[in-house]
């Protein structure tokens, strides 16, 4: 119940497309669900977080689309470009828990120029 | 310059070694994170600490150990008893109750020789 499920492993997109990435949740005690973003030999930085109270947050190219019913939410990246390059993790937490957050497994962006 | 400073970056243990793996935080944050990343199964939690003097048990923490003598520190003790410890390690902090905000350090990577 404590798992959060993302895909794909792996995106290829081409500079200017659209790069989309799933995932979805079963713990419904979950309020928290921020994105981050990793570079290779780096820490994860956080992208874009939401809480369940809003479908849908945008930060500059980045939005989190929420389905609360679905225990479901995705990260679109608009206009992607080369140095969006990297692998991007969902994660879901609970505000209670002091930021203790259960992560999915991750997904390799690769943008073509 | 706040943040969070792991140390070494590296890391190289020959088997049947205790390592321990430093983590400080400027940021007065008062919980405290390990988790551990290995390809293709994104981060999981090892220890985490909400305030000084006490920690628990994350998903994975058998064959580690931890303390939490200082708010700004988080020690992380890789022991013998830890199987497969080779593996990316990234400490992380988020400010407390209700905020579940996490940062995390640019990691250490632990190799068994």
């Known amino acids: 119940q404590q798992q959060v499920k993302q895909s794909p492993q792996s995106l290829i997109v081409q500079k200017g497309g659209i790069s989309i990435i799933n995932c979805a949740y079963e713990?419904?005690?979950?309020?928290?669900f921020p994105w981050y973003q990793q570079f290779p030999g780096k820490g994860p930085a956080l992208l874009i977080a939401?809480?369940?109270?809003?479908s849908e947050k945008k930060e500059g190219r980045f939005t989190i689309s929420f389905n609360k019913s679905a225990k479901q939410f995705s990260l679109h990246i608009m206009d992607s470009q080369p140095g969006d390059s990297a692998t991007y993790f969902c994660a879901a937490g609970n505000r209670a828990s002091y930021g203790k957050l259960t992560f999915g497994q991750g997904t390799i962006l690769t943008v073509h120029p | 310059d706040g943040g969070i400073t792991q140390s070494p970056k590296y890391l190289f243990r020959k088997e049947g070694q205790n390592v321990t793996l430093s983590c400080e935080q400027n940021?007065?944050?008062?919980?405290m994170y390990w988790y551990r990343q290995d390809p293709g199964q994104g981060l999981r939690l090892i220890y985490y600490?909400?305030?000084?003097?006490?920690?628990q048990k994350g998903d994975i923490a058998e064959g580690y150990s931890v303390s939490r003598e200082k708010k700004e520190s988080f020690p992380l003790t890789v022991t013998s008893a830890q199987k497969n410890p080779t593996a990316f390690y990234l400490c992380?902090?988020?400010?407390?109750?209700?905020?579940?905000?996490?940062?995390f350090g640019q990691g250490t990577r632990l190799t068994v020789v």
């Open positions: 713990n419904t005690a979950f309020d928290y």
């Open positions: 940021l007065n944050h008062d919980a």
């Open positions: 992380a902090s988020s400010p407390g109750h209700l905020n579940t905000e996490a940062f």
């Open positions: 600490s909400q305030i000084v003097n006490d920690f």
């Open positions: 939401i809480r369940p109270d809003v």
